[in-house]
C-alpha cells in the first residue's frame, strides 16, 4: 500500500524508556570481518530469550530459543551509538525484539581508512553482518533498518536479500548523495564532477575519489524498486541535509512502502526522538512479532 501520512498522537507500550542509552548486561560487544575490515558491533539480546553462552563472537541461546532481530544501520560520519540508533536498539529490545547496531569500516571502533570509505564498502559491511545476524541461533525473522547514508545503503542492499527479511526502515534515506555528487556540489562543498581532487574535506573529513567516482553510478532507485516487502520512510519535512522529497521518491518507486511525515524535526530528530523512533518501532512490532 503506498500512502504518505503525517504523524498523528501515539500511544504505544514501549512508553518512553528507550531515549536515553544506557548499557545492560543483556548487550553483547562483537567483531565481525567486514569489507576491509573487522567491524565493532554490539547485539542487544531481549530479557525473554535466555543466554546460555558467548563464544567466539557467537551467542548461544537455550535449544529452541528464537526471537526476530533488527540490523541498525548509522549515517555518515555517525557510529553504533549515534543517539537515534541506540534508542531504536534499546527500544526494541524491550519490546522482544533483538537488535545488531555496528560501526561500518572508518566509523566508531571498526577498522578502516575513512579516504577508502563508500558506499559500495558499506553495502558490502551491510552484507557480512546480514550473514553474522543469520548465523545467531537464536535468530528468527530479521529486518533491516538505515538513517542518512545508512538508509541509502540499506535501499540498495534489500533486494539482494529479499526472500529473507521481512521489512525495512529507511530513516532520512540519503539519495542526496547521487545528485551531488554527479553535480560537483556535495555537504556544502564544489568540486568539478568529471575530475573530482583525489581527496576533498567535508565535514572535516577526507573523502577520497572512490567515494565520489562510485556515487555517480549508484542505482538507487533501480534497486528499491526491487525490494518487494513492507518499507516505512521516516522523514523531517524541514530537513535540510537530504531533502524531504528524497523519501517521496523512494514512497514512488517501492510498491509496498509507507511514509511518515514529521513536522518541526530535522535530519537526525534530534528536536523529537519519540517522534520518530515510536512509529518505527511499532512498525517493527508488527511485522516481526
Known amino acids: ?10 500511544i504505544l507500550i514501549v512508553g518512553m524508556f528507550a531515549f536515553s542509552h ?3 548486561a543483556r548487550q553483547y560487544k562483537v567483531n565481525i570481518r567486514g569489507a576491509v575490515g573487522n567491524l565493532v558491533g554490539i547485539v542487544h539480546v531481549p530479557d525473554a530469550v535466555k543466554v546460555d553462552s558467548v563464544v567466539a563472537e557467537r551467542i548461544y541461546t537455550a535449544p529452541g530459543e528464537t526471537c526476530p532481530v533488527a540490523i541498525l544501520c548509522h549515517g555518515l560520519t555517525g557510529s553504533k551509538n549515534s543517539k537515534l540508533i541506540a534508542a ?7 519490546v522482544g525484539i533483538a537488535a545488531v ?9 571498526s577498522e578502516g581508512d575513512f579516504s ?10 551491510t552484507y557480512e553482518i546480514f550473514k553474522y545476524v543469520k548465523s545467531l541461533p537464536f535468530t528468527g525473522k530479521i529486518a533491516l533498518l538505515g538513517h542518512s547514508q545508512g ?28 545528485d551531488g555528487s554527479r553535480s560537483g556540489n556535495f555537504l556544502g562543498e564544489s568540486f568539478d564532477p568529471a575530475n573530482p581532487p583525489a581527496i576533498i574535506n567535508f565535514w572535516k573529513k577526507d573523502f577520497g575519489i572512490a567515494y565520489i567516482k562510485t556515487a555517480q553510478n549508484l542505482p538507487i532507485w533501480e534497486e528499491a524498486a526491487k525490494f518487494t516487502k513492507p518499507t516505512l520512510l521516516v522523514h523531517a519535512y524541514d530537513d535540510k541535509t537530504v531533502p524531504y522529497f528524497y523519501s517521496e521518491k523512494y514512497l514512488e518507486v517501492m510498491p509496498n512502502a509507507e511514509l511518515i511525515s514529521l513536522e518541526d524535526n530535522d535530519h537526525s530528530f534530534r528536536k523529537d526522538r519519540p517522534a520518530a523512533v515510536l512509529p518505527t518501532v ?3 512490532q508488527k511485522y516481526l512479532n
Open 101 to 109: 547496531r555496528f560501526d561500518y569500516n572508518a566509523h566508531g571502533e
Open 151 to 178: 538508509g541509502l545503503v540499506c535501499g540498495l542492499f534489500a533486494s539482494w536479500v529479499t526472500a529473507d527479511l521481512e521489512c525495512l526502515v529507511l530513516m532520512a534515506p540519503g539519495a542526496v548523495i547521487l
Open 282 to 284: 511499532a512498525f517493527l
Open 22 to 24: 544506557q548499557a545492560s
Open 88 to 94: 531504536v536498539a534499546d527500544s526494541l529490545e524491550h
Open 1 to 10: 500500500m503506498k500512502h504518505s501520512f503525517k504523524l498523528i498522537p501515539l
Open 116 to 125: 577508502k570509505m563508500t558506499v559500495v564498502n558499506e553495502v558490502e559491511d
